[in-house]
């Protein structure tokens, strides 16, 4: 039980705006932390916010760890990272994918988000080319709305698949880096 709490620690994750905690620990957003983010406000100033890595986050020593991303939930913002996790140049939805994947299903089957149009951007981390990154990424993004649509039964037109490669990194590394937390979803409420 404590060694499975842990892992899940280390392969999942997302930070409330404001809160930094160790980069080795983040947890699973609940269902209601997706909601939170993924409804956005009237005025939509935040819509399609992106995450702010700590300053530790971006030195040498702390982007060699295998630590969970550090996203910004932005209640209203509309968008939000998921850390729906993949091996190094793989497409196949982990474990742990599943389980992120779970919470934010449930959230998007929720009278709040029902209804809601979601755009799933996948990105990968620099190792390898830049144009098999961008194909494994839309793969990445193709395997979590497959995954959504079949166990939560979510309509192929509220779900948009986008692959974005290497570009707009999490962490910001050189080429040939393989960093895991850079292997990610981001999730855009695409409705308006």
């Known amino acids: 039980m404590r060694a499975a709490f842990y892992a899940t620690l280390l392969t999942t994750g997302l930070l409330a705006s404001g809160f930094a905690a160790p980069a080795f620990a983040a947890p699973d957003p609940s269902v209601a932390d997706v909601i939170k983010a ?12 992106r995450p702010i890595a700590s300053p530790q986050a971006a030195s040498p020593s702390a982007a060699a760890a295998p630590a969970a991303a550090a996203p910004v939930v932005a209640e209203g913002s509309g968008a939000l990272d998921l850390s729906v996790r993949f091996n190094s140049g793989q497409a196949d939805l982990t474990a742990d994918a599943r389980h992120t994947l779970d919470i934010l299903g449930q959230a998007l089957t929720s009278p709040q988000l029902s209804s809601a149009r979601i755009r ?73």
């Open 120 to 192: 799933i951007e996948g990105h990968t981390d620099t190792t390898g080319t830049r144009e098999a990154n961008l194909a494994l990424s839309w793969r990445r993004s193709v395997a979590a709305v497959s995954y959504l649509q079949e166990r939560f039964g979510i309509p192929a037109s509220r779900l948009e698949a986008v692959g974005r490669g290497q570009d707009d990194l999490l962490i910001k590394t050189g080429e040939n880096v393989d960093e895991p937390r850079n292997r990610r979803v981001h999730v855009v409420n695409i409705s308006r």
């Open 38 to 49: 993924l409804v956005p406000t009237a005025d939509g100033l935040g819509r399609g916010s």
